[in-house]
């Protein structure tokens, strides 16, 4: 797959499969046993028990026509019985055709832009594992639970969050994770850091980089980020994407990432 030469310039076929990649990550959540998942053509939309927006919404990579409204009532019916919003993810061809303009008008309030971030793989530095700090694959639900619940904590969810996506991540069933790899990072044999890689549509998706207060600022999050694609390069996979958060979004330019567009954010309430 090749890249544009910038951000303008990006391929919509690029642009789909970044969407693509994407939606395969958090459509996983929505397989999970007591939560729900709504695909169609251009939408993909999941509610689960965590109590927390990042994990209840939408991702629309093009007008879906109906299903827009079906998504939105049933991410509603979710918001009535439990109180948390939800949040959708507005990609580049659904915002030409207006779609950020449909759910405004429906009363979902505009919550900012996320940038879409990609690299070279071959580009990247080379993952400098810091001392003492061991990485593994988290591949069994127990395993997937606590790879949860540290990646909540170090995301700053409250402690009923955490112990809600250790729950969900348990119970996500192996075929929903196919092309997916989660990592645990330990330091001195203590949980302190994750990581996802989705190999998918083309791509290296990376996602859920966290990394637990007391460990920070040690290069920990770079190290888990470029572990996860050295897997993918492994694997055969050539462009590494993500989207960032404005703490990280240096973070991650510094390593050789570019900007290539901003998924609009909109939140349900």
């Not at 505009?110 to 593994?136: F, H, K, Q, S």
């Not at 007391?214 to 996860?228: N, Q, V």
Request: net charge negative; charged share 20%.
């Amino acid at each position: 797959m090749v890249l544009g030469g910038d951000a303008d310039g990006l391929g919509a076929d690029m642009v789909a499969a970044m969407d693509s990649n994407m939606s395969a990550y958090w459509s996983a959540y929505g397989r999970s046993g007591g939560c729900t998942l709504l695909e169609a053509p251009g939408i993909v939309a999941y509610a689960t028990s965590v109590p927390h927006p990042l994990f209840n919404g939408a991702i629309v990579s093009r007008e879906p026509g109906p299903e827009l409204d079906a998504a939105r009532t049933q991410l509603g019916e979710k918001i009535a019985r439990d109180g948390t919003p939800a949040l959708w993810w507005i990609g580049p061809a659904a915002q030409e055709e207006g779609t950020g303009e449909r759910l405004a008008s429906k009363g979902l309030a505009e919550a900012g832009t996320v940038p879409a971030m990609t690299a070279r793989i071959d580009d990247l530095p080379a993952a400098a594992v810091p001392e003492r700090l061991r990485i593994d694959a988290a591949s069994t639900p127990p395993q997937r639970a606590l790879w949860g619940r540290i990646a909540a904590v170090g995301t700053g969810f409250p402690g009923a969050a955490a112990e809600a996506l250790a729950d969900v991540e348990e119970g996500i069933p192996d075929t929903a994770l196919a092309g997916q790899t989660r990592f645990t990072g330990y330091l001195d044999g203590k949980p302190v850091a994750t990581s996802s890689l989705v190999l998918s549509h083309g791509l290296a998706g990376v996602y859920a980089v966290a990394t637990l207060p007391e460990a920070r600022r040690r290069g920990i999050g770079a190290a888990m980020t470029l572990h996860a694609l050295q897997a993918a390069k492994a694997a055969g996979a050539q462009v590494a994407v993500l989207q960032s958060s404005s703490m990280g979004r240096p973070i991650y330019e510094r390593m050789g990432f570019t900007r290539r567009f901003d998924y609009r954010i909109f939140q349900q309430t």
